[in-house]
């Protein structure tokens, strides 16, 4: 079980987490939703340690999260990988990490199942398309099936069609393998499809959070509702409606 509590979180001065407080428990997933630098990413950032938070502190089952046992999806796609290496080296790079063998089926499989033909992996990240990219670091995270996985907008270069199909992926591998999901999306589709559980943040605090039943049905705060509302009037949830 992941716990955020009470994070604060200051950069470049300006305090830009405050108070946040959330749980995600294994095998669900919690799509954390907010405009542009609400303190997404910076959410993601403080969950695997990479930033100090003033006060507050982010635990998994009562103890701090332990390296390996947290994956990352990038939001930039590219950035995420070493560009000296070949995508196929970082894509395993978690296995060697945790002292795990290379699981030829399981690397072929999840090959398969994002579309990604292996020799493409043969390559280094400048030499495949930005879509690309973003299902090997899919991929990356998958390899070492970590209890945590953190994805930040993982499907936001992919067409609309490849975005469905990877979602599905992802979920059908959540399900079998039951890591919790941590998602930063602005796809309200997505999190209606996908998620149990919703947290919206807006200028570094928690604006709302709810069951994603709750959430979609019913949104407390002005800013939940006008993005429910701007996914209704795009047709964006019908699935849902149905
Ligand atoms: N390295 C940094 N130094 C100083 N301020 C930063 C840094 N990174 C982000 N910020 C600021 O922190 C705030 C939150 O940024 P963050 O990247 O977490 O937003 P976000 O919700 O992920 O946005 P987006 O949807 O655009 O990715 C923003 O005001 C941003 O300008
Ligand atoms: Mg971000």
Known sequence: MLTVERLTVRRGGREVLRDVSLSLAPGKTLAVLGESGAGKSTLIASVLGLIN???GMVSW???PIARGAVALVMQEPRAAFNSRLTLRRSVCEPLRARGLPEDQDRFFRLCR???LEPDLLARRPNQISIGQAQRAG???????APPLILFDEPLSALD???????????SAIQREEGFAALIVTHDLGYAAAHA??????REGR???AADADVFFRNPQSSYGQSLVNAAVALGAL???AA
Do not use: F, S, W
């Not at 899919?138 to 070492?144: D, F, G, M, S, T």
């Not at 149990?196 to 943040?201: C, M, P, Q, R």
């Open 53 to 55: 938070p003033e006060h």
């Open 138 to 144: 899919v991929l990356r995270a998958l390899i070492a």
């Open 113 to 115: 199942g994002l579309e």
């Open 238 to 240: 019908e699935h849902r």
């Open 160 to 170: 609309a069609a490849t975005q469905k199909h990877t979602a599905r992926l992802i």
């Open 196 to 201: 149990e559980n919703i947290a919206v943040l």
């Open 61 to 63: 089952d009562g103890r």
């Open 206 to 208: 928690i604006e709302e």
